[in-house]
């Protein structure tokens, strides 16, 4: 394709009701693989148009942009009266400037949708020389699709350029027909067309490309069809009639679908995390059963990790190399580092950094942050909180509103008891090097110092100092530990760290049993 700097107006429909999707939501606002129908219309447009500006995300959607000079771009979207709702769908705005929102009030059909965004695109500074037609509930439509059909229309010169398809058994597309010389001859809608047409298996996209002064003033022309709509369709017979030099792209039916109800939205779904996982498939990510995982558009996975069976990766997902995640993982705007395993588990988001693992069972949820190499094994829980590195949190426990210090250990049915009486959220912060024994209870606000040792069963009411050995119920500090020296070797400094909490645990023991005989008398 010869560069071109014409400016090009994109117009994307998105005032229709979707009766037929029977929902509250409107049509264009339906998401799928996380993002909202008319967002991938949108984006494929940007990247068809602006490949400079577009996100290297963009390549890994397929939107290869083959070093292509940019256009000058003006987005016009055409909603209903549902406009907030589906502006409130779109978290994507095109870097070349957000697009203008047209009101159409009432939906008077594709040709009259077209009208009301009109006056706002003439009027611009740089009025556009080019008119692109999208329709929002087209999410299939590909970038590289949207350039080869400005590319023949430049090219050709046409007045108006649409792209069609090829359909086994199309349904409620609109047919082409064609002269007995294959030339256009116009669209007949399905429920207009006659049981010839309908057999006809070319059928309109809804992709067009238009001169914008035949455009603007050919609108006027159109008339209403008996159900009171302005077809836009009605406008290639137009140019029929007057001559008007017209040109068509042939596409794929699968890329230019229009998802008009959840069958077909759930069609659309399945097409595009089929070219999601290929692409991440082909940039050497693992992805045992690409039947049973769901990725959504716009999650980056690095190379050599693998994806195992049942997962569910969503929303700002980045996923570093090496990783395994799955089975059966749920992962949502979360970020993971190199190395890392998630294994059968939820995270959300939350941060696991380098070599940090959670799982089986497990549930990361927001603000969780594991520092490298933290380590959260089955049935755990960790919320609005830090565990520091190589923290080990086997099994069973709760850690929330807390930061845990570097390698502390977490021993099972360990619970931070955030939330109290006065229905507050409470912090707790434990040190570095801190053993909180099994089945032991923080109430917040608690602070237990580094090297502190607290013994199973407690319940930590009051502060810990660092070293501190603490017990019972409520526990109370029993005694002091020494830290071993820095320069004592490794080997010495564990044999030390084992005696002192030998020495606790049976100490604790017998106090803990006096404890337990007071509280049942
Ligand atoms: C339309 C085409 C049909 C084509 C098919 C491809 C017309 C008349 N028909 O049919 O030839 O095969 O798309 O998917 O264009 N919209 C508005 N305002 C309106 C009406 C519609 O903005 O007043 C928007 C809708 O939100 C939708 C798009 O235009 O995004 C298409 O409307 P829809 O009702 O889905 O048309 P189809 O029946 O699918
Ligand atoms: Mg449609």
Same mark, same amino acid.
């Given at each position: 394709?010869?560069?071109?700097?014409?400016?090009?107006?994109?117009?994307?429909?998105?005032?229709?009701?979707?009766?037929?999707?029977?929902?509250?939501?409107?049509?264009?606002?339906?998401?799928?693989?996380?993002? *909202?129908?008319?967002?991938?219309?949108?984006?494929?447009?940007?990247?068809?148009?602006?490949?400079?500006?577009? =996100?290297?995300?963009?390549?890994?959607?397929?939107?290869?942009?083959?070093?292509?000079?940019?256009?000058?771009?003006?987005?016009?979207?055409?909603?209903?009266?549902?406009?907030?709702? %589906?502006?409130?769908?779109?978290?994507?705005?095109?870097?070349?400037?957000?697009?203008?929102?047209?009101?159409?009030?009432?939906?008077?059909?594709?040709?009259?949708?077209?009208?009301?965004?009109?006056?706002?695109?003439?009027?611009?500074?740089?009025?556009?020389?080019? !008119?692109?037609?999208?329709?929002?509930?087209?999410?299939?439509?590909?970038?590289?699709?949207?350039?080869?059909?400005?590319?023949?229309?430049?090219?050709?010169?046409?007045?108006?350029?649409?792209?069609?398809?090829?359909?086994?058994?199309?349904?409620?597309?609109?047919?082409?027909?064609?002269?007995?010389?294959?030339? !256009?001859?116009?669209?007949?809608?399905?429920?207009?067309?006659?049981?010839?047409?309908?057999?006809?298996?070319?059928?309109?996209?809804?992709?067009?490309?238009?001169?914008?002064?035949?455009?603007?003033?050919?609108?006027?022309?159109?008339?209403?069809?008996?159900?009171?709509?302005?077809?836009?369709?009605?406008?290639?017979?137009?140019?029929?009639?007057?001559?008007?030099?017209?040109?068509?792209?042939?596409?794929?039916?699968?890329?230019?679908?229009?998802?008009?109800?959840?069958?077909?939205?759930?069609?659309?779904?399945?097409?595009?995390?089929?070219?999601?996982?290929?692409?991440?498939?082909?940039?050497?990510?693992? !992805?045992?059963?690409?039947?049973?995982?769901?990725?959504?558009?716009?999650?980056?996975?690095?190379?050599?990790?693998?994806?195992?069976?049942?997962?569910?990766?969503?929303?700002?997902?980045?996923?570093?190399?090496?990783?395994?995640?799955?089975?059966?993982?749920?992962?949502?705007?979360?970020?993971?580092?190199?190395?890392?395993?998630?294994?059968?588990?939820?995270?959300?988001?939350?941060?696991?950094?380098?070599?940090?693992?959670?799982?089986?069972?497990?549930?990361?949820?927001?603000?969780?942050?594991?520092? =490298?190499?933290?380590?959260?094994?089955?049935?755990?829980?960790?919320?609005?909180?830090?565990?520091?590195?190589?923290?080990?949190?086997?099994?069973?426990?709760?850690?929330?509103?807390?930061?845990?210090?570097?390698?502390?250990?977490?021993?099972?049915?360990?619970?931070?008891?955030?939330?109290?009486?006065?229905?507050?959220?409470?912090?707790?912060? %434990?040190?570095?090097?801190?053993?909180?024994? =099994?089945?032991?209870?923080?109430?917040?606000?608690?602070?237990?110092?580094?090297? *502190?040792? !607290?013994?199973?069963?407690?319940?930590?009411?009051?502060?810990?100092?660092?070293?501190?050995?603490?017990?019972?119920?409520?526990?109370?500090?029993?005694?002091?530990?020494?830290?071993?020296?820095?320069?004592?070797?490794?080997?010495?400094?564990?044999? *030390?760290?084992?005696?002192?909490?030998?020495?606790?645990?049976?100490?604790?023991?017998?106090?803990?049993?006096?404890?337990?005989?007071?509280?049942?008398?």
């Amino acid at each position: 394709m010869r560069p071109v700097r014409r400016p090009v107006g994109v117009v994307i429909l998105a005032a229709g009701k979707g009766t037929r999707m029977r929902s509250r939501l409107p049509k264009v606002a339906h998401q799928v693989v996380g993002r *909202a129908m008319l967002e991938h219309v949108l984006r494929a447009a940007n990247a068809a148009l602006a490949p400079a500006t577009e =996100s290297p995300s963009a390549d890994a959607e397929g939107d290869s942009t083959g070093g292509q000079t940019a256009y000058a771009i003006a987005y016009a979207i055409v909603v209903g009266h549902e406009r907030e709702q %589906v502006r409130e769908a779109i978290h994507f705005t095109p870097p070349t400037g957000a697009p203008h929102w047209i009101l159409q009030e009432p939906q008077l059909g594709t040709g009259d949708a077209v009208r009301a965004a009109r006056a706002t695109l003439t009027s611009l500074p740089t009025p556009p020389a080019t !008119i692109l037609v999208l329709y929002g509930d087209t999410p299939l439509v590909r970038a590289e699709t949207l350039r080869a059909l400005l590319a023949e229309h430049e090219h050709t010169n046409a007045t108006l350029t649409f792209l069609t398809g090829i359909a086994d058994r199309p349904t409620d597309y609109g047919r082409v027909i064609r002269d007995e010389r294959g030339r !256009i001859a116009g669209i007949v809608e399905a429920r207009h067309a006659t049981v010839e047409q309908l057999a006809l298996p070319e059928v309109n996209s809804g992709i067009y490309c238009f001169q914008a002064d035949w455009l603007w003033s050919r609108l006027d022309r159109l008339g209403p069809h008996e159900n009171g709509e302005y077809y836009l369709t009605d406008l290639i017979e137009v140019a029929v009639r007057e001559g008007a030099p017209l040109a068509t792209v042939s596409g794929s039916i699968e890329e230019t679908g229009g998802v008009n109800d959840r069958v077909q939205l759930a069609e659309a779904a399945r097409v595009l995390r089929e070219r999601i996982l290929r692409d991440l498939m082909l940039s050497g990510v693992t !992805i045992e059963d690409p039947a049973t995982t769901y990725i959504d558009a716009g999650v980056r996975v690095g190379q050599d990790t693998i994806i195992r069976p049942g997962t569910t990766i969503s929303g700002a997902t980045l996923i570093g190399e090496r990783c395994v995640i799955g089975p059966q993982s749920v992962i949502r705007d979360s970020q993971i580092g190199d190395d890392c395993l998630a294994l059968a588990s939820w995270v959300e988001e939350a941060v696991m950094e380098p070599r940090s693992r959670v799982g089986p069972m497990s549930h990361l949820r927001p603000g969780a942050r594991l520092t =490298s190499g933290a380590n959260v094994g089955n049935f755990a829980e960790v919320k609005n909180a830090m565990l520091g590195a190589d923290v080990q949190m086997h099994h069973f426990s709760y850690v929330g509103d807390a930061s845990i210090g570097a390698r502390t250990n977490v021993a099972a049915g360990v619970i931070t008891s955030n939330f109290s009486a006065d229905g507050k959220k409470y912090r707790t912060e %434990v040190g570095e090097d801190v053993f909180l024994g =099994s089945d032991s209870q923080l109430v917040a606000p608690i602070t237990v110092g580094d090297y *502190a040792m !607290i013994g199973g069963g407690s319940v930590v009411r009051r502060d810990v100092p660092p070293g501190g050995v603490a017990v019972g119920i409520p526990a109370r500090v029993i005694k002091h530990r020494q830290k071993p020296e820095a320069e004592q070797p490794a080997e010495q400094a564990q044999d *030390a760290h084992e005696a002192a909490a030998q020495d606790t645990i049976e100490g604790m023991n017998a106090t803990d049993r006096t404890a337990m005989d007071r509280a049942r008398e």
